[in-house]
């Protein structure tokens, strides 16, 4: 298929997979009580659609990686994350576009994302695919290899079949489920044992140094755009005051920001403002407070969009965080 990264599932992966189902059941049980409303139903297409998303977030003693166990059969919208994702599909498959081009990946299947890349997500068939991935901000990404900033770091391919990276991820994984999550257990040696797992898993990807960006017409006046938008997220501008900064027609600058940024500036903006929700939940704000700060109108317009983005809920990533030291590392 002209112009998609399609990795088929091989005997080999699928074998992997079923492999794996054992190991998960240790993060579907601590993550999700056994109970059969976590199960799709078929009797019901409402309830099996009301009840085919999935999604938990946890902390791990490492500062900066998290873990997230999803079980979903929705499309998710185009969106980015500030941080490195690596993972791993044990169930189904998925389709999605990015910067990177279209992809699709397959049980046993390992994913990843780097900060700032726009991608969305489906689920091939309709049936609810399922997957595991470490989240790790880009300070922790630094700290992992011992430098002093990831901003040159990133991921070359968005999936790969590699059955060494499946088996130091499933380890990695394994790791911290019995590090656990508290500080407390930061200097243990099971918290040693994960940042060892996580490292070689990481290196194993092999993110490689970033590809030099060619020059674009307007990138000077496109970053003008960028510092307008990032400098006060709670003040809405229109298209005519960002088309009057850049120097252009609204037009020509929606679509720039586009080719530039994977969306324009609007969309742009909501996906800053749910960075930033992000950040300041983990900090320690209330809900109500956080989504006044950054351009919401009130709690229940940020949990609406912060779920459909992230997959879980402002609340779930608030547990996820606290007691965490949460070190900011933006890009925009």
Same mark, same amino acid.
């Given at each position: 298929m002209a112009g998609i990264t399609r990795c088929q599932s091989s005997p080999s992966a699928a074998t992997r997979s079923a492999e794996g189902e054992n190991f998960l059941a240790f993060? *579907?049980?601590a993550l999700w009580p056994l109970n059969p409303q976590n199960?799709? !139903?078929?009797?019901?297409?409402?309830?099996?659609?009301?009840?085919? %998303?999935?999604?938990?977030? !946890?902390? +791990?003693?490492?500062?900066?990686?998290? !873990? $997230?166990l999803t079980d979903s059969a929705r499309s998710f919208p185009r %969106?980015?994350?500030?941080?490195y994702g690596l993972g791993v599909v044990d169930r189904g498959a998925q389709r999605s576009a990015s910067g990177r081009g279209a992809v699709e990946a397959f049980a046993g299947q390992c994913l990843t994302h780097n900060p700032g890349e726009v991608h969305d997500g489906m689920s091939i068939g309709g049936a609810a695919r399922?997957?595991?991935?470490f989240h790790i901000e880009p300070a922790a990404m630094a700290r992992l290899f011992g430098v002093s900033s990831s901003a040159d770091l990133e991921w070359h391919a968005p999936v790969m079949d590699d059955q060494a990276l499946r088996s130091a991820l499933d380890r990695a994984f394994g790791a911290s489920?019995?590090?656990?999550? +508290?500080?407390?257990?930061?200097?243990?040696?099971?918290s040693a044992l994960l940042d060892e797992a996580?490292?070689? *898993?990481?290196?194993?990807?092999s993110p490689q140094a970033r590809s030099p960006q060619a020059g674009q017409p307007g990138g000077e006046n496109l970053a003008i755009v960028v510092e307008r938008l990032a400098d006060d997220v709670t003040r809405l501008p229109t298209l005519d005051e960002l088309a009057?900064? *850049?120097? $252009?027609s609204r037009y020509t600058l929606v679509r720039q920001f586009g080719r530039r940024h994977g969306m324009p500036p609007m969309a742009w903006l909501l996906q800053l403002r749910l960075q930033r929700a992000r950040e300041r939940i983990a900090a320690g704000w209330g809900?109500?407070? $956080? *989504?006044?700060?950054?351009?919401?109108?009130?709690?229940? %317009?940020?949990?609406?969009?912060? $779920?459909?983005?992230f997959g879980y809920t402002p609340g779930s990533w608030r547990r996820a965080t606290s007691g965490q030291s949460f070190a900011r590392a933006r890009a925009f």
């Open positions: 993060e *579907a049980g199960e799709r !139903v078929g009797a019901s297409g409402a309830l099996e659609r009301l009840l085919s %998303h999935r999604s938990d977030v !946890v902390a +791990t003693p490492l500062p900066g990686v998290f !873990v $997230t %969106h980015w994350h500030g941080n399922r997957w595991r991935m489920r019995a590090a656990g999550s +508290t500080q407390q257990t930061a200097e243990s040696a099971d996580l490292l070689i *898993a990481v290196g194993r990807a009057a900064l *850049a120097g $252009t809900l109500a407070d $956080t *989504a006044l700060a950054c351009g919401f109108s009130d709690q229940s %317009h940020l949990t609406r969009l912060f $779920t459909r983005q």
